[in-house]
């Protein structure tokens, strides 16, 4: 048995809300944002499935999105807007499990010019870095991803990025976050349909209108005026 | 166990465009006609519709429509001193998969190269001198002219319903087109696209600079037309997802929509999916090609299928793997520079740029490929090389939108990409951005060639092809040039804020650059030069005719697509009209 860990959403919540208010006078342009209001009033809970993510993946996953995709003024929290979900349905299924990706050996090292080269699936790949970011913020700072503070998480999540954390899998840390930054991504612009960009957060934010995308005049009568359209999504349309 | 199959009249390898085209006109002249396609059918009405049509993860993100990296792939490597390595999942090309191939998922960039682009050779060393071309660069004229090609570019057209606006008609300039282009017999079939914010922006820049921009030319109708084959085409809807999917409106061109409607019904075609073509049976005293073995991909089991006429248009990996299999053609040998097969291969050296507006709104989601502006002022030898350290050129064009939000909502470089400040600072470019790039040519060189890899296999167990390529010294000049252009149209522009992309120094696999490869068949005046003459016929093999860029002798500055599709139609009329009936050498060696 591993140790159960402690429900950590409302401690985030509260960590998100406070940054975000600090970021929202900074800028001050929070007041008239929809999103805010979304941000503001918590979804109610809803029990957490996973699909293929054991419990240390699915809390590293979710500390994980939660820094990529802070809540703000702008969206509530990378958890909130179904992002873990959205990555954990990813692997569970054909892309997490190599489909499509030439697997066949010898399995040399490559340089960047040759893009991914791993043996490994994308599931076993996000198992093998979170593992090697557990290990390495563990190294650092005693404890596991999910249990750094938010400026832990962020100067570990840097750390990361860039390639200073010593990964020791065959692959370098910065490798993994280039990966789990576009799969994160992915969710948070794909149709909700996935499970992540709930309530199409990730669209009413920057503003793309999603569905139908017939624009033949639009594209002259809104010619420099933004169309501002509550976004639409293929469920809308289904 | 091979089961062996009725003889046909013809079997075409890969039911992409030019296989598809290729299988429509040899069945309106009477001949039957087997193809032969590794991938799934494709019906438009099934899959291109809407609303599932929209869904930027599945078609753009994980590559719906393209090859299956699992069943075949490409292995890759800078030069010949390297181990090349497969290429496991798709990145800088995107080869297709299926009826229509590639085709189904393109940018519909619609072009036919200049003139002087099919002698360039002769044309630069009559302006330059012998001495201007170096001697890695092995440039050849083409054996065909544009005059020779124009009647069957214009037929290409009228099955495309392309949109576009003249600049040369029948030798008469006419402003607001491309003047700089060869003579066209006809208008373009429908009208300009409209153009997008950021077209508009950029065409007032390069007017006030003294350039001659005019709309991008689409493979798209813009408004409702009828093609050459009867097919009712709707007009373009501007939806932005464009690029790596299909299209709902049977606009943009593609083979399902534009040509399958009026063939998968004729009696005289049989179309054979998942059917992995594995080799072509070569009789080298008759010089023919008597049968091709396929898989069938669903069952594993093995068939042979003769034909009196083979076409490989399997796209240009698959036309140069395919002959390295069969044993037709001798490989090209780059540390001799003898052999043919393989050689010349090419690709688009394509310098990018990005520039804000922040008084501007773009509406980024919105529009077509076909809504960019373009100018052709540099390419090919449409201006002066003298005292320049390159060769080549290529289009510029600028625009904003049709790029759904996965992969198109660009920031500034120094925007850290996660946070709340990314969030910030995506809201506020998000509405203001305009993309510029250069399609530049890409004039061969004897280091970059295609053969056989020695190590990695498909999932038939034949060895992989192997791509040995990268950027050179010419490329590269070419390129720093060509963004000096656009910088300076930029600034013209008046940006918040701009970024230049120069090309890294070495060709890299990752990330998406253009499906623009060319070469490994190349057409020419002899067997020691070429692989095909002029009518795409094999010298080895009289009865295969190979379809695709892999016949171009080098890359121009242009897309590849509308040259492909008026070779295919060049090549098929004159099977139709004089092999058919008198099977042979077509050019005599
Ligand atoms: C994202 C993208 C954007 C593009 N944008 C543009 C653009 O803007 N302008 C432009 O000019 N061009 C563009 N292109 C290129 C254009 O799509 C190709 O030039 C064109 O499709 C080539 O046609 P083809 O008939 O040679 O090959 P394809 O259309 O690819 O057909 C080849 C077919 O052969 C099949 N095949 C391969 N091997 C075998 C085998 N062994 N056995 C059986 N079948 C086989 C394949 O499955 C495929 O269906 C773009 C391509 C992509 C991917």
């Known amino acids: ?238 | 166990m091979v089961t062996k199959l009725n003889e046909v009249d013809a079997v075409v390898i890969g039911v992409g465009m030019t296989g598809a085209m290729i299988a429509k006109e040899f069945t309106l002249a009477g001949l039957t006609v087997v193809g032969l396609e590794r991938g799934p059918d494709r019906r438009p009405r099934e899959e291109s519709v809407l609303p599932r049509i929209r869904d930027e993860l599945k078609y753009v993100q994980r590559l719906e429509l393209m090859q299956d990296n699992s069943i075949d792939t490409v292995t890759f490597r800078n030069n010949s001193e390297q181990t090349a390595l497969p290429i496991r999942r798709w990145g800088a090309f995107l080869p297709g998969e299926g009826v229509g191939g590639t085709l189904n998922h393109w940018g519909g960039m619609h072009w036919r190269y200049l003139p002087t682009d099919f002698r360039i050779r002769s044309t630069i060393t009559e302006r330059y001198g012998a001495g201007a071309i170096p001697g890695d660069m092995t440039i050849a004229d083409w054996p065909v002219s544009y005059d020779e090609l124009e009647p069957y570019y214009d037929k290409f057209d009228k099955m495309c319903g392309v949109a576009g606006k003249a600049g040369n008609l029948r030798g008469q300039k006419i402003a607001g087109g491309n003047i700089f282009e060869g003579a066209r017999s006809d208008e373009y079939p429908t009208p300009a696209l409209k153009p997008s914010g950021g077209a508009v922006l950029f065409t007032q820049a390069c007017n006030n600079l003294g350039h001659h921009p005019f709309p991008a030319p689409f493979g798209a109708a813009s408004q409702p037309y009828k093609n050459i084959y009867g097919i009712q085409l709707g007009a373009c809807e501007y939806c932005g997802f464009c690029g790596r999917n299909s299209c709902e409106a049977n606009s943009k061109v593609t083979a399902p929509t534009h040509i399958m409607p009026a063939l998968r019904d004729e009696a005289k075609f049989t179309l054979r999916t998942n059917a992995f073509v594995s080799k072509l049976v070569y009789d080298r005293q008759a010089k023919k090609v008597t049968s091709v073995l396929y898989t069938d991909m669903n069952t594993g089991e093995e068939y042979e299928q003769p034909a009196g006429i083979v076409i490989l248009s399997g796209y240009v990996f698959t036309n140069s793997n395919m002959l390295f299999h069969s044993g037709i053609g001798e490989p090209y040998d780059a540390r001799t520079g003898r052999g043919v097969v393989g050689k010349n291969y090419c690709y688009q050296f394509e310098a990018t740029a990005t520039a804000f507006f922040e008084d501007k709104n773009l509406n980024p989601f919105m529009g077509s490929p076909g809504d960019r502006a373009v100018i052709d002022d540099f390419n090919g030898e449409n201006f002066d090389h003298s005292g320049l350290d390159f060769l080549g050129g290529g289009y510029i064009r600028g625009g904003s939108g049709a790029e759904p939000p996965i992969g198109g909502r660009a920031v500034p470089a120094d925007v850290p990409s996660w946070g709340s400040e990314w969030k910030k600072e995506t809201v506020r470019w998000y509405y203001h951005a305009v993309e510029f790039q250069n399609q530049g040519s890409v004039y061969a060189n004897r280091a970059n060639y295609l053969d056989v890899d020695p190590i990695y296999k498909d999932a038939l167990g034949r060895p992989l092809i192997r791509l040995t390529y990268n950027a050179t010294k010419n490329d590269h000049a070419m390129s720093r040039y060509m963004l000096t252009k656009i910088d300076a149209i930029i600034k013209e522009m008046n940006p918040t804020h701009y970024e230049l992309h120069p090309r890294p120094l070495n060709f890299t696999i990752v990330p998406y650059q253009s499906t623009h490869n060319t070469g490994g068949t190349m057409m020419g005046t002899t067997p020691a030069n070429s692989v095909v003459n002029r009518y795409q016929q094999s010298w080895a093999a009289h009865n295969l005719f190979i379809m695709g860029a892999s016949t171009f002798p080098q890359q121009h500055g242009y897309n590849p697509t509308g040259t492909v599709g008026a070779l295919a139609y060049f090549a098929s009329d004159k099977i139709v009209k004089d092999y058919v009936k008198n099977p042979g050498p077509l050019v005599q060696a």
């Open chain 1, 1 to 238: 048995m591993t140790e159960v860990k402690l429900p950590r959403r409302d401690f985030l919540k509260a960590a998100g809300a406070a940054s975000a208010a600090g970021a929202a006078a900074a800028t001050g342009i929070a007041a008239c944002s929809p999103a805010a209001e979304t941000a503001a009033t918590a979804p109610p809970a809803e029990p957490e499935i996973w699909l293929t993510l054991n419990a240390t993946e699915a809390a590293f996953v979710k500390a994980v999105v939660d820094t990529l995709i802070p809540a703000d003024e702008l969206t509530p929290s990378g958890t909130d807007v179904g992002l873990a979900t959205f990555i954990d349905r990813q692997l569970a299924g054909g892309f997490g499990n190599g489909a499509k990706l030439y697997r066949s050996g010898p399995f040399l090292p490559g340089k960047p010019e040759h893009g991914y080269q791993l043996a490994l699936s994308p599931r076993d790949f996000f198992r093998a870095g979170i593992s090697e970011a557990n290990a390495w913020t563990t190294k650092t700072y005693g404890k596991e991803f999910d249990r750094l503070t938010v400026e832990q998480r962020n100067e570990a999540l840097t750390a990361i990025e860039t390639g200073k954390a010593q990964f020791n899998g065959g692959f370098t840390s910065n490798f993994f976050f280039d990966n789990f930054l576009q799969l994160s991504m992915e969710g948070f612009f794909a149709d909700p349909m996935y499970g992540g960009n709930k309530n199409k957060v990730a669209w009413k934010m920057i503003g793309f209108p999603g569905l139908p995308a017939s624009y033949r005049e639009e594209v002259k009568t809104y010619f420099n005026k933004k169309y501002d359209k509550e976004p639409q999504s293929i469920a809308d349309f289904s």
